[in-house]
């Protein structure tokens, strides 16, 4: 199994222009979850989703948006990029909702908005 | 709410040396407790967890006890190597699947 992975590792933007973050999971989860990770700080939730169709927000959800079409996959949209976005965006998946469960990292995407 | 706070970083040792990060939590109910390591380069890995009070998680020579009375979820090693050299973030997880995280300490060991 591959895990969680993501595309791209690295990326640069010009404030205004869109992209989306792409991450797809191998273990048939049915949660997943993006975060964003600043320096000096945890990670904070952006968004999250239990089950393919269905998507809620989560702590920081503003200037993205997210799409869940298949169990697999799970990509994360910027469609104003601003310089507040730069950071380095994690997405995870867990089998369950219990709060004993792991969630899985991917390794995760640079993004400079400049 | 929930929230996480660590012990701030950078934190440097020498090989062989104690360590300790002190991790504590605000929640209600019974969490669970995480930490998860992050290799240079590297998405978050678990490196141990405990479910209820009192419970200790172990793995790579790393402990951690799960302590209701002080709020607490120090980890530690009594031997580091320059291996572990990465952040480790402690982080909670109440009963609704999102973790609340810590804001991560940046070990160094030293050869």
Redesign the interface.
């Known amino acids: 199994n591959a895990g969680v992975t993501q595309t791209p590792k690295f990326r640069i933007l010009k404030i205004g222009q869109s992209m989306t973050l792409q991450c797809t999971q191998d273990m048939n989860h049915n949660y997943m979850y993006w975060y964003r990770q600043d320096p000096g700080m945890g990670l904070k939730l952006i968004y999250y989703s239990v089950g393919a169709g269905i998507t809620d927000k989560g702590e920081v959800p503003n200037g993205y948006n997210v799409s869940r079409s298949t169990t697999e996959d799970f990509p994360l949209r910027l469609e104003l990029a601003a310089p507040s976005q730069t950071s380095v965006y994690f997405c995870a998946s867990s089998k369950t909702s219990l709060s004993t469960d792991t969630q899985y990292f991917g390794p995760g995407t640079r993004l400079t908005v400049l | 709410g929930n929230s ?1 706070t ?1 012990m701030e970083g950078p934190v440097t040792l020498s090989e062989e040396a104690f360590l300790t990060i002190n991790c504590t939590y605000t929640a209600t109910g019974y ?2 407790l ?1 930490w ?1 390591v992050q290799y240079p ?6 490196l141990l ?1 405990a ?1 209820k009070a009192d419970d200790k998680g172990s793995n790579k020579g790393f402990e951690a006890t799960y302590r209701k009375e002080t709020t607490s979820f120090h980890l530690e090693k009594g031997s580091v190597q320059v291996s572990d050299s990465a952040v480790y ?1 402690c ?1 909670l ?12 300490t940046t070990v160094t060991v030293r050869a």
């Open positions: 996480v660590q969490p669970s995480f998860y380069g590297e998405g978050l890995q678990l967890k479910t973030f982080a997880n109440r009963n609704d699947y999102k973790l609340s995280f810590g804001a991560g």
